[in-house]
């Protein structure tokens, strides 16, 4: 039987390493390899810092994880930016579908992408459910796309409540951030389509060329309806201030019935292998200092 395109990418870290897996799947994407001795190049920095500061220093295990990164949060005065925590288990057996309200929010605390937004627990398909979430907790994140932060995460499953105010998933916002600044940002809307809109725009809030669309990401030039500079700007300082003690991190929000609530911190952005406009990978590239980072 064929393999897939994560178990390739677990046998290559296994047999490889990492320094190694992660260039070759760097050229790969951009038909050139990283310039580890000298990276300039956000994508470039995701890889070396992948294999140094993510993997030796516990503060980004720690706030990687999207169970622990809660209290970390609380105690740095951020806890009423949290969406309310409903329950949280070591492994779906232990899931208490009986007591879980209509709507919530399934998410592994552990990697990207994992997510199951409940909007009717009546139409949900446990059985096929439970299928899913033990598929995940088998996922090694650090040994699909290199991302040792993931590493040493006890693995968990959350429930959160369900903040949308229909069935259709809220707007992303997401801020790049470098030692307290904002740098550029994007939304990602209409996750219910086949195609997510991406739009990508600078600190003054005006549109730049952020990705190619690519996959079930569409790139577009306007906002969604939903984006209002005024609130946008309010999320850019909280995003600011959550950001200030990481060289770089990308702070994830959510705006809805006017208030914000926190998503997740992300130091790795799709791995370092998410194709980025050569204007934003120089940019981003240029805002990260590391000489900031710890066990480097």
């Not at 050229?27 to 920095?45: D, G, I, V």
């Not at 994992?114 to 033990?134: A, C, G, P, Y």
């Not at 991302?147 to 959350?158: D, N």
């Amino acid at each position: 039987m064929a393999m897939n395109r994560n178990a390739i990418r677990c046998m290559a870290y296994r047999l490889l390493g990492g320094k190694i897996a992660n260039s070759l799947f760097y050229f790969r994407q951009y038909h050139r390899f990283p310039r580890w001795n000298n990276p300039t190049l956000f994508n470039e920095k995701i890889q070396y810092l992948k294999c140094t500061a993510f993997k030796n220093d516990p503060t980004y295990t720690l706030c990687a994880d999207k169970y622990a990164v809660r209290e970390y949060l609380s105690s740095k005065g951020f806890d009423r930016f949290l969406i309310p925590l409903i329950s949280h288990y070591n492994h779906p057996d232990e899931i208490k579908w009986g007591v879980l309200p209509n709507r919530f929010v399934l998410k592994m605390n552990f990697g990207n992408g994992m997510n199951i937004i409940v909007n009717d627990k009546t139409q949900l398909d446990i059985t096929s459910t439970m299928s899913e979430l033990k598929k995940w907790m088998d996922v090694k994140s650090e040994l699909v796309s290199g991302e040792m932060q993931y590493a040493k995460i006890p693995k968990k499953i959350i429930v959160e409540e369900n903040i949308a105010t229909s069935d259709i998933a809220p707007v992303d916002y997401k801020f790049h951030c470098a030692s307290g600044k904002c740098i550029m940002g994007f939304t990602v809307s209409d996750r219910q389509a086949s195609e997510c809109r991406l739009y990508g725009f600078g600190r003054d809030l005006e549109p730049i060329p952020y990705e190619p669309s690519h996959g079930h990401f569409m790139s577009v030039s306007y906002p969604p309806v939903e984006f209002n500079k005024e609130d946008v700007i309010k999320m850019m300082n909280l995003a600011e201030t959550i950001s200030a003690p990481f060289p770089y991190v990308r702070v994830d929000l959510f705006h809805v019935n006017g208030n914000i609530y926190f998503s997740e911190l992300t130091f790795s952005e799709g791995g370092g292998f998410d194709r980025k406009t050569e204007y934003a990978d120089r940019l981003l590239g240029q805002s990260i200092d590391l000489s900031l980072y710890r066990s480097i």
